[in-house]
């Protein structure tokens, strides 16, 4: 390269008779290399950490994605570019992004992109490559990497409100004692809940047996094919789920082949997680305990079915996002 410089100033000043000029000229092309050649060594020593904040989130919050720069001192203020992938792990869909940032300079600083995503999901982030212009603006220098982060997407919650209502109207009533039943307390298997005394009277009511079988209260998920279908899919769950947790009743949550004991708002992460990251399997066996069935019909999408051994309710999509405050749960 200096060989090459040290000629072409040459040929000017044959050229031109002018040995100023040429020494100019040798000049910038001397600047130029030194600065192609700090940023090509720059990136080659680059070194990306990447994460995302928060690591848990609802559909369309603001999340980080977040890059430092290690392994170089310094490096002058310029233009850079990162390409990443975003992937949606349960869908299967993926993207590739390319977004520019100025990067101050300073060591221990990167990138900080804002990010929502609009389908709950495991989302996962791969940094493919980080591109850095030199201080003159003429060159990129590429620096490949494989830099990896995932954030969890939840699915909405709305409140049940006409479900809600009549527990509260169930638990300000005067205790009833029938044959074989009891009122509910915190601590009782909620899958002795008996759903037509509660639909049909408004009492928390379950079965007092003397011989303990071992039922379980499931809520059973089967998954639609149609992926379009699986927010509100999750949502229609999320939002059942939640509020009879919030009412103290623990579940069993069946996904496929696998079973979830869910007893913690906490625990939500853990299970959507495992939702997620595995692979449905549709055959999930004869299930005769009481509970709650979840599922789509091949035949009709519009609409979400929440199945019990008493009734099946359905959830209309179209207008899901208005909230489920009049899902007639159970009646």
């Known amino acids: 390269m200096i060989i090459g ?10 050229l031109y008779q002018d040995i100023i000029g040429g020494c100019l000229l040798a000049s910038l092309f001397v600047l130029v290399f030194i600065s192609w050649w700090i940023v090509r060594r720059k990136a080659s020593k680059l070194r990306v950490e990447v994460s995302l904040e928060p690591k848990a989130a609802s559909r369309n919050d603001e999340i980080l994605l977040k890059g430092v720069f290690t392994g170089i001192r310094c490096l002058d203020a310029v233009e850079c570019e990162v390409t990443y992938q975003v992937r949606y792990w349960l869908m299967g869909r993926k993207k590739v992004i390319k977004e520019k940032f100025e990067y101050a300079g300073r060591g ?14 495991e989302v996962h982030i791969t940094v493919a ?34 479900m809600f209502d009549r ?30 005394l509660l639909a049909g009277k408004n009492l928390m009511m379950v079965k007092d047996l003397e011989d303990e079988k071992e039922e379980k209260l499931l809520i059973r998920l089967s998954l639609p094919d ?4 699986y927010d509100d899919f999750f949502t229609v769950f999320f939002s059942i789920s939640k509020f009879f947790l ?13 079973e979830f004991y869910l007893e913690r708002y906490q625990q ?12 449905f399997n549709e055959d999930s066996g004869d299930v005769e305990s009481e509970g709650i069935h979840i599922f789509m019909k091949s035949s009709d999408t519009d609409f979400i079915y929440v199945e019990t051994g008493s009734e099946t309710n359905a959830v209309d999509r179209s207008v899901l996002e208005q909230g489920i405050y009049d899902l007639e749960l159970f009646l």
């Open 268 to 279: 939500y992460e853990e299970l959507f997680g495992l939702m997620f990251a595995s692979d």
């Open 5 to 14: 410089i040290i000629f072409l100033s040459m040929i000017y000043v044959i």
């Open 129 to 162: 490559k980080i591109r850095i212009r030199d201080i003159t603006g003429l060159f990129w220098a590429e620096k490949f990497v494989k830099s990896k982060a995932g954030v969890l997407i939840m699915p909405d919650a709305y409140p049940l409100g006409l």
């Open 167 to 196: 527990v509260v109207e169930a638990k300000t009533k005067n205790q009833y004692e029938y044959d074989g039943l009891k009122e509910y307390h915190p601590g009782d298997k909620s899958s002795r809940i008996h759903w037509k």
């Open 108 to 121: 221990g600083e990167g990138f900080q992109i804002p990010l929502k995503f609009e389908h709950c999901d």
């Open 226 to 229: 149609q992926e379009e279908a």
């Open 246 to 258: 919030e009412q103290e009743m623990p579940q069993t949550v069946c996904w496929g082949t696998r």
